[in-house]
């Protein structure tokens, strides 16, 4: 069955995330970026690191991805956008949602395949964006 449009802006979860120096240094250095700008207490985090949020903004949202009705065994990660408001800083704590923002298909050689558009939103304490971050996935129907 064919996930149901009427999902689209169904919030899967909401937390929160302290940015902390370690962390981001850390993660810049699994990137094998040596970039002084992400070292230190007036750092700035990598422009791919919204994606250490993104299985804590869809925690609690196993149901809804049981009830999109993807196959998990033909399920695999398309596509990752992030968009910024603004750079993520050292020391905030970021308010995170994560949501369904979109359901489609398309039908191709191998047979209809089912996209669900998955979005993290990133806000400050003041509660202004500051990023976006979008995971596209598909799964072959069976």
Known sequence: ??????????????????VTPEHVEAFAKALGDENPAYRGPNATAPLTYPIAF???????????????GLDFM??????????????????????????????YEK?????????????TEGRDAAGAPVFYSRNTLISRRT
């Open 54 to 68: 993104m299985a804590q903004a869809m925690s609690g949202g196993l149901d809804t991805f049981l009830e999109l």
């Open 107 to 119: 039908t191709g050689s191998s047979g209809v395949m089912d996209f669900v558009v998955l979005e």
């Open 1 to 18: 069955m064919p996930p149901s449009k009427a999902m689209i802006g169904r919030v899967l979860s909401t937390g929160s995330a302290t």
């Open 74 to 103: 033909t399920l695999v990660h398309g596509e990752q956008e992030f968009e910024y408001v603004r750079p993520i800083r050292v020391g905030e704590t970021l308010t995170l949602t994560g949501r369904i923002a979109d359901v």
